[in-house]
Each structure stands twice: as structure tokens, then as C-alpha cells.
């Protein structure tokens, strides 16, 4: 499969503490995004990078890419509990997404 | 801008039927769109490549005979799940991507449960 892989699977946290999220990938990639999924809808983009970017902020999320190890991270800082979701990254390399297993982020108030 | 809508968001159906889900790119046209399935707490997996005005592209082990993709313009794919088994109650999600645009925009998914 070349589904990549993410950890840790599963994520608590307390809120205002920082989450970190890590996604590794398999094959040579165009960018990789990063997604939102709260529980049974769709899915929000929160970020992309590209391959020869090796790290992106926006807003609480920063996210950093290491092409030669084939791995990203997502961190979130300073979490709320309206947080919690399960995060995906998404790896481009020619037209369609490869996306990862997932981390399911829980944000404790 | 980018929004992706997909109808219903949920059905339940009767095994041996068949089920439509629609995917609308509401105030941009797709060329192309994507559509995945997604089991319980498992990530997405892309079924298929749908094309405007040709054949969807299928991905390996997905049967192009069972799940029928039209893509009959440039706002609007269609998934229909053929003679629906309960094995085929997933959740359906559809993607379309802007033309210049490195992001896909999902639609909110719809949730099949085959009886």
C-alpha cells in the first residue's frame, strides 16, 4: 500500500497544551497538506507545503517537512478543545491524494 | 468560494439496491473530481478518478461495475453503489480541485448504510 503512516494514532491532550502530529510517506512528492476531519464530515484543508518548503505557519499550526527522511509534522499550539478532530496529511505526487492513517487529537477542557 | 456539496448526507437502503450519491462543485467548475471511501476511524481511501465528459479511472481493486461514476459536467459526478450488499455501508466522500490549484475541496461526505 502507499497509504503513509501517522503518530501516534490516537492523541490527549489538555487544553492549552501543544499537539504534535507526525505523518511519513512513501513515494516522491509534489506537496503535502495537511486535513482536518471532524467526527462523520468532511474534510477542512488546513495546510499545504511544498516539497521544497521546510516549514509553514499559519495561524496556532506550524508544520514542517523533511523530504529526505519523507516526513512531516503538524503541531498545534496552545489547543482548545474545539480542537478536537482527526487530522490527516495528504501527499501529492502526481494528480491524486495519498492519504495517511490519521491522528485522532482529543483536546480535554 | 471553493465549496463542494454532495447529496444526501446520509440514506439507509434495502440490500440489492441501488444507491445515487451526487457531488456538486457549487461556484467553481471540476474538471476532475475524486471520490473515497472511509470505514470507521480508518483514513480515506481514493476509489476512483472522475473525468468530465470520459470514463473514470479506477483505482486497483475497486470495481468499476459496482461502483458507476458519471461525470456529466463540469459541477456535478455522480457515484452510484450498483445491487448494494452491507459490505458497502462506508462513507462516501467526494473531492474537487480548481483548475491552477494545488488544494482539493471536499465535499461533507454522505453515509450509506446498506440494510
Known amino acids: 500500500s502507499q497509504q503513509g503512516e501517522e503518530d501516534p494514532q490516537a492523541l490527549s491532550i489538555q487544553e492549552g497544551e501543544n499537539a504534535t502530529m507526525n505523518c511519513s510517506y512513501k513515494?516522491?512528492?509534489?506537496?503535502l497538506q495537511w486535513y482536518r476531519q471532524n467526527s462523520g464530515r468532511g474534510l477542512v484543508h488546513l495546510i499545504l507545503?511544498?516539497?521544497?518548503?521546510r516549514e509553514k505557519h499559519s495561524g496556532r499550526l506550524r508544520v514542517t517537512l523533511d523530504t529526505s527522511k519523507k516526513s512531516s509534522s503538524l503541531l498545534i499550539t496552545a489547543s482548545r478543545a474545539a480542537d478536537t478532530a482527526s487530522y490527516f496529511c495528504?501527499?501529492?505526487?502526481?494528480?491524486?491524494?495519498?492519504f495517511g492513517t490519521g491522528t485522532r487529537l482529543k483536546v480535554l477542557a | 468560494g471553493a465549496v463542494v456539496s454532495q447529496h444526501p448526507s446520509r440514506v439507509i437502503c434495502k440490500s440489492g439496491t441501488s444507491v445515487k450519491i451526487e457531488c456538486r462543485s457549487l461556484?467553481?467548475?471540476?474538471?476532475?473530481m475524486f471520490w473515497y471511501r472511509q470505514f470507521p476511524k480508518q483514513s480515506l481511501m481514493l476509489m476512483a478518478t472522475?473525468?468530465?465528459?470520459?470514463?473514470?479511472?479506477?483505482e486497483q481493486g475497486v470495481e468499476k461495475d459496482k461502483f458507476l461514476i458519471n461525470h456529466a459536467s463540469l459541477t456535478l459526478s455522480t457515484l452510484t453503489v450498483t445491487s448494494a450488499h452491507p459490505e458497502d455501508s462506508s462513507f462516501y466522500i467526494c473531492?474537487?480541485?480548481?483548475?491552477?490549484?494545488?488544494?482539493?475541496?471536499f465535499g461533507p461526505g454522505t453515509r450509506l448504510l446498506v440494510l
Open positions: 473531492s474537487a480541485g480548481r483548475l491552477a490549484e494545488e488544494t482539493q475541496y
Open positions: 513515494t516522491s512528492i509534489n506537496n
Open positions: 507545503i511544498r516539497s521544497n518548503e
Open positions: 495528504a501527499t501529492t505526487g502526481t494528480y491524486k491524494y495519498i
Open positions: 461556484d467553481f467548475q471540476a474538471t476532475t
Open positions: 472522475s473525468n468530465e465528459g470520459s470514463k473514470a479511472t479506477y
